[in-house]
């Protein structure tokens, strides 16, 4: 039996979003019917080395090996790190993800990419210029569930689609937590649209964005407007509606994020011309989605599929991540460049029509 690919990583910020992931890398990737890669945490950085020490005893079983760094400049320098995973809020993101670069780490950002598209596209040029591997971590696009709704979706069984909506929503209790909280904080890029607006539109991506009649196509038209919360003044509510109708399809996919309201049940809804697919909240991590097969507006069969598996669905991007950089690839297939840079356009659109600029300083690039 041929030996996995072991990709070690190093860590960047020790949050929640940072716990979350590196307790899925540990998890035995044979859980989950993956014997070509594995994962090993190498490094772990922070702000001190207390903090990273007390990070890898509770999220990385104690394990000793780990180097614990009082900066992130260290990860970036130490020789056994191939990757690193970048977690701190996103208004850093294009600093960090731009130093682990030119220490010619792969990098693996968190969603939001960066603040707006003209840092993304910086970022990638200098990845480029460097020959690394780089990837936004929107680890929804690589669940089994996110892998099958697309089978279905391109498969032609529901003819094409038309139409979709999509929400996510928290109550952040935005009158009871500190202004300088990163939902309310706009130095921090607060507010609906970047904090959750990732994952109603990578479900538009994916149906419509991806789908082989669009034929690569950019949105036609995104319109969208914002209800600011007067606390700080950054988007409480954000809706927005993205067209596309350049090619063979003709879809509009309407969407929104609050970050004062609970999500409802039906996370999206994917319609299409003979039938339509249901996915349950929470959209960033659905265990079912069900298919509806409609002759006019009757049912004529519905099918629900459920999903199960070790850990919490944040090992599977990692697993992508680990055969680019063995295959020696500069993007992933499945989320490639061009859908993180459709994801930051649009979201730059929606801000602009919104009025919402950030402080002075908060784009590095402009």
Not at 10 to 19: D, K, L, Q
Not at 31 to 60: L, P
Not at 203 to 227: C, D, F, K, R
Request: some cysteine; charged content about 20%; overall charge neutral.
């Amino acid at each position: 039996m041929t030996k996995p690919f072991i990709l070690r990583w190093g860590i960047i910020s020790t949050g929640r979003i940072a716990n979350c992931f590196v307790t899925d890398l540990l998890v035995d990737p044979e859980t989950r019917d993956v014997t070509d890669v594995a994962h090993k945490v190498t490094a772990v950085g922070s702000r001190s080395v207390q903090s990273a020490e007390k990070f890898i005893a509770e999220y990385a079983k104690g394990d000793k090996s780990i180097k614990a760094y009082g900066s992130y400049a260290g990860v970036f320098a130490d020789p056994n790190v191939d990757a690193v995973y970048i977690a701190t809020p996103h208004t850093l993101h294009y600093e960090n993800a731009l130093d682990a670069i030119k220490a010619k780490k792969h990098v693996l950002c968190e969603k939001p990419v960066t603040s707006n598209a003209a840092e993304l596209r910086s970022l990638l040029a200098a990845a480029k210029e460097h020959g690394v591997f780089f990837m936004e971590a929107l680890w929804t696009r690589f669940q089994p569930l996110t892998l099958e709704v697309k089978k279905i979706s391109e498969s032609g069984v529901l003819g094409a689609p038309l139409a979709l909506q999509a929400d996510l929503s928290d109550d952040f209790k935005l009158n009871e937590i500190p202004k300088t909280h990163r939902a309310l904080d706009p130095a921090l890029g607060g507010g609906a649209l970047l904090d959750l607006g990732p994952y109603p539109l990578i479900w538009a991506i994916l149906a419509l964005y991806e789908h082989p009649y669009n034929q690569g196509a950019a949105p036609s038209n995104v319109s969208g407007t914002m209800l600011k919360t007067p606390l700080t003044g950054v988007d409480c509510n954000t809706s927005f509606t993205v067209t596309f109708a350049k090619r063979e399809l003709a879809a509009q996919a309407i969407l929104s994020c609050n970050m004062n309201i609970a999500s409802y049940h039906t996370g999206a809804v994917i319609r299409y011309e003979k039938g339509m697919i249901t996915i349950a909240a929470p959209i960033y991590c659905p265990k079912s989605f069900t298919v509806q097969y409609l002759e006019g507006s009757k049912v004529t069969k519905e099918e629900t599929r459920q999903f199960e598996y070790v850990g919490t669905g944040w090992h599977f991007q990692a697993d992508e991540v680990a055969r680019c950089v063995r295959d020696k690839k500069s993007e992933s297939s499945l989320w490639g460049h061009d859908k993180s840079l459709v994801e930051m356009d649009v979201f730059d659109e929606v801000r602009r029509q919104g009025n919402y600029k950030f402080p002075p300083g908060v784009e590095k690039v402009v």
